[in-house]
């Protein structure tokens, strides 16, 4: 199972920016995923995350201005995470993280994975 994420950049204050994770990879089953951010310096946060049976968990910080959306294709599941009315605050590396079973067989293996990071920068 592999997460890739994109769309970070750069965006003035007030802007928007869409932030989207790809789930792909064998047989799997996936129990929530989420969105977590890391600053300059400082510790490595929940943004938003998505249980299994669909409810949003936001950080305070942001409810209200990000939104996330969950879509399902073949052999592929994506997090979207919309960010709007951004604050220079939000200006972090952001990470997507997954958690479920791979399946293979009767047998099944837990994982939890981190995609690599994007950059999302917001100027003031």
């Known amino acids: 199972v592999q997460l890739q994420a994109s769309g970070g950049g750069l965006v003035q204050a007030g802007g928007s920016l869409r932030l989207s994770c790809t789930v792909s990879g064998s047989t799997y089953v996936l129990s929530s995923i989420g969105w977590y951010r890391q600053a300059p310096g400082k510790q490595r946060d929940l943004v938003a995350r998505v249980s299994s049976n669909g409810v949003t968990d936001y950080q305070d910080s942001v409810r209200g201005r990000f939104t996330t959306s969950r879509e399902n294709a073949k052999e592929r599941v994506y997090l979207h995470l919309q960010m709007n009315s951004l604050k220079s605050e939000d200006t972090a590396v952001y990470y997507c993280?997954?958690?479920?079973?791979?399946?293979?067989?009767?047998?099944?293996?837990?994982?939890?994975?981190w995609g690599q990071g994007t950059l999302v920068t917001v100027s003031s």
């Open positions: 993280n997954a958690d479920g079973e791979v399946v293979h067989g009767f047998a099944t293996r837990p994982f939890n994975i």
